[in-house]
């Protein structure tokens, strides 16, 4: 097994946790670090040994948080820096890791920097963000301008109130366009490891990083953006070498290149992601009508290329991205985590994913979700108001819940061995108890329609895994010792033989 990360990503599996929608218990509607804290044996219990929480920080909100204000507060809405330092703590305790969002390229128009670099007088901040020489100009982004003093417009980097923070153009070529070893752009670079190093000296445990490919500008090849990132990890290495970094960049070969220890396959850019779970005839529904060959093809091309480098990891879902279940049954949700959970790289599952939660269809928007609301409604813990996500009025929540009679609960999907959390939680035990299933191991692929067969192995094991979510009973030829894993299927393995029945996985060890 080849490595090139701390040892604690080798068998992490993460979970996704939305802060305002997990678990409240002050009682105002949103959740807090404190609810967190609270239910980290609940996550314990699935068989996850990580965290990623979305930006928890000072903010307006206008982008859920995505808008920062200041990197080193927590928002009072959830609590204080020392309830996160005590998260950080308690979820050591029980061997778990916790991993912040880091938001490099934007800040909000509320951030002290922005306020102070739309000075009309030059001072320490100028150079901050990305201006251009007179308001009369625009910058190659959207920009924002005619609203400060400063004669000049700001580059934006998403939505409105985010400007571009200034990393530096690779090929500078108009008079406002700055080197990347400018005198701004390093202090930029600087100010952000200063806010890693914040944060990692309290206990944290890493950063996924929001828009990691995008920071140096005029940077068609990301050559800039990769040399800036090898040296945020010779910082990390030289002073936090366990702490490790994902990116959202979805193009590995760059982003492992750049330093990061993983990188996501996503919704967007070429990764095929969508044609598995979200699209009319995705490959995990049992109709059997998909196609999982472009992104297995796009896989094995990222595989190829970064295979000891660093992990490729595949989420469930994020806050980004419509749920799961909008698209799948329970049945082929199963299916679709016996994948999700066999694969290499570290799996993140998006909180509520595990036990199906639904996309809440027809909500306003609410802090800049617009069509993601829907994907970021409160946790459903039990049966009790408000799903036992807070105690507030349910007018009050953060957003709508998914108010159908028998919406799906944690609680009792615990208790039900049939459930879809139960079949995570199993999926989980499989995978850390055999190597060859864990990030490091190897994949081979050996088919890519109904069903898709993959060979999982290690120094010490090999693992044939068989993933058949069309609705028909399919049969491969394998010399098994052992299913380890079997799913809504009877997988039974004759001489040399194994049938696995539609809607159903098996992990058989070689
Ligand atoms: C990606 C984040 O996942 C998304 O939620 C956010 O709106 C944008 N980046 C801007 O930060």
């Known amino acids: ?16 946790i939305y802060p305002q929608s997990f678990n409240d218990t002050n009682g105002d509607g949103i959740g807090d670090i404190n609810g967190i804290t609270e239910k980290l044996d609940y996550i314990r219990e699935l068989g996850c040994n990580a965290i990623w929480i979305n930006p928890c920080f000072l903010s307006p909100f206008g982008d859920a948080g995505y808008d920062v204000q200041d990197y080193c507060t927590v928002a009072p809405r959830y609590g204080t820096n020392e309830d996160l330092v005590n998260l950080f703590n308690e979820a050591h305790k029980r061997d ?49 301008r005619g609203i400060t003093q400063r004669d000049g417009s700001v580059a934006l980097n998403f939505f409105s109130m985010q400007p571009a923070l200034n990393y530096g153009y690779y090929k500078p070529s108009k008079s406002w366009h700055q080197a990347m070893d400018a005198e701004g752009p390093m202090a930029t ?3 952000m490891k200063d806010v890693m190093r914040f944060w990692l000296g309290q206990g944290c445990d890493g950063f996924r990083v929001d828009m990691a490919g995008s920071l140096v500008k005029n940077d068609e090849d990301g050559k800039g953006t990769i040399a800036l990132w090898q040296d945020f990890r010779k910082f990390l290495d030289r002073e936090f070498p366990e ?28 990764s095929h992601y969508n044609d598995l779970f979200r699209c009319d005839e995705p490959y995990f529904s049992r109709r059997g009508k998909g196609s999982a060959k472009e992104f297995i093809a796009a896989y094995k091309e990222n595989y190829d290329k970064t295979d000891g480098k660093g992990l490729i990891c595949i989420p469930s879902g994020n806050h980004d991205m419509d749920r799961l279940a909008r698209r799948l049954d329970y049945e082929e949700m199963k299916v679709a985590f016996a994948f999700l959970l066999s694969v290499p790289g570290a799996p993140f599952i998006y909180y509520g994913d595990e036990i199906g939660m639904r996309y809440v269809e027809n909500l306003i928007s609410v802090e800049g979700g617009y069509g993601r609301t829907g ?18 009025a349910k007018e009050k929540l953060y957003i709508k819940q998914d108010d159908s009679p028998d919406r799906p609960d ?22 850390m108890a055999n190597p060859a299933l864990q990030s490091n191991g190897r994949i081979e692929f050996l088919s890519d329609g109904y069903p898709l067969v993959y ?17 028909k009973p399919c049969e491969v030829c394998c010399d ?12 039974a393995l004759d001489s040399k033989k194994i049938t696995i029945n539609g809607a159903g996985a098996a992990f058989i060890l070689l």
């Open 1 to 16: 097994m080849k490595r090139n990360n701390p040892a604690w990503l080798d068998n992490a599996v993460f979970y996704e």
């Open 243 to 270: 702490a490790a970094i994902v990116s959202e960049w979805g193009e590995p070969d760059k982003s492992l290149l750049g330093g990061f220890h993983m990188d996501f396959l996503l919704h967007f850019g070429p």
């Open 96 to 144: 778990m890791h916790v991993i912040l969002d880091l938001v490099p390229g934007h800040t909000s128009v509320e951030h002290e920097w922005f306020k102070k670099s739309a000075e009309p007088t030059r001072n320490e901040y100028s150079d901050r963000y990305i201006w251009t020489d007179s308001i009369w100009e625009s910058t190659e982004l959207h920009c924002l």
């Open 455 to 471: 060979k999982r192995s290690c120094d010490e094991q090999e693992i044939l895994v068989v993933i058949n979510p069309a609705n």
């Open 410 to 431: 944690a609680e009792s999907q615990m208790k039900d061995e049939n459930s879809l959390r139960s079949e995570i939680k199993r999926l989980i035990e499989v995978r």
């Open 375 to 392: 994907s970021r409604s409160p946790m459903q813990w039990n049966k009790t108001t408000n799903a036992g996500f807070s105690s507030a």
């Open 189 to 191: 670079r600087e100010a």
């Open 480 to 491: 098994g010792k052992e299913i380890i894993y079997s799913a809504g299927a009877d997988a």
